[in-house]
T-cell receptor, first 113, second 117 residues
Framework: AQSVTQPDIHITVSEGASLELRCNYS??????LFWYVQSPGQGLQLLLK??????LVQGIKGFEAEFKRSQSSFNLRKPSVHWSDAAEYFC???????????FGAGTRLTVKP | DAGITQSPRHKVTETGTPVTLRCHQT?????MYWYRQDPGHGLRLIHY???????DKGEVSDGYSVSRSKTEDFLLTLESATSSQTSVYFC????????????????FGPGTRLLVL
């Protein structure tokens, strides 16, 4: 069955430090991959997506993600975290014909001053 | 932000009562979705619609029904609310995939927080 795993429930980083959030997926066909961010009490905002082509994708707010087919991973990175990046981050796999989208359980990011 | 509104934003109800949540979009997107968000589960799809009067079940559809009589509105109904349906409900919209087997970005509304006592 299709699934998305975010191994880290909660990550704490210092402001200015680099960040990597992990995402692994299990899906037989070519995946359509997304990262969303959710601030407290808000809906989900798209950070970036991978459909095909260059495996390193750039998103908003200085985020990037790299698709690695051999590792079934789509990890999210940011070179220098800002306090405003504190939020919950969700990785998702878009399934065939958009009939379903599977989300990971989320990773909550805390940023220390 | 995509033009998606959800109403009500907050609701408290009692077990056994019917509840209807509304999602309204101004983007004219053909596909609409209802998700629930619970700690440790991320978002799970309840129902989706791929056009007016065309709906189908998602991963966690038991206890829910939907209706879509207009492109812009997608209603989620809990026929008889239970405590297990206490959750945050999100509506999303998207365009159809550009190619068979593809996927398109979903845009999310602000959510409805539902408490069933």
């Amino acid at each position: 069955a299709q699934s998305v795993t975010q191994p880290d429930i909660h990550i704490t980083v210092s402001e200015g430090a680099s960040l990597e959030l992990r995402c692994n997926y299990s899906y037989g066909a070519t995946p359509y991959l997304f990262w969303y961010v959710q601030s407290p009490g808000q809906g989900l905002q798209l950070l970036l997506k991978y459909f095909s082509g260059d495996t390193l994708v750039q998103g908003i707010k200085g985020f990037e993600a790299e698709f690695k087919r051999s590792q079934s991973s789509f990890n999210l990175r940011k070179p220098s975290v800002h306090w405003s990046d504190a939020a919950e981050y969700f990785c998702a796999v878009g399934l065939y014909n958009n009939n379903d989208m599977r989300f990971g359980a989320g990773t909550r990011l805390t940023v220390k001053p | 932000d995509a033009g998606i509104t959800q109403s009500p934003r907050h609701k408290v109800t009692e077990t056994g009562t019917p509840v209807t949540l509304r999602c309204h979009q101004t983007e004219n997107h053909r596909y609409m979705y209802w998700y629930r968000q619970d700690p440790g589960h991320g978002l799970r799809l309840i129902h989706y619609s791929y056009g007016v009067k065309d709906t189908d079940k998602g991963e966690v559809s038991d206890g829910y029904s939907v209706s879509r009589s207009k492109t812009e509105d997608f209603l989620l109904t809990l026929e008889s609310a239970t405590s297990s349906q206490t959750s945050v409900y999100f509506c999303a919209i998207s365009e159809p995939p550009l190619m068979t087997g593809g996927s398109e970005t979903q845009y999310f509304g602000p959510g409805t927080r539902l408490l069933v006592l």
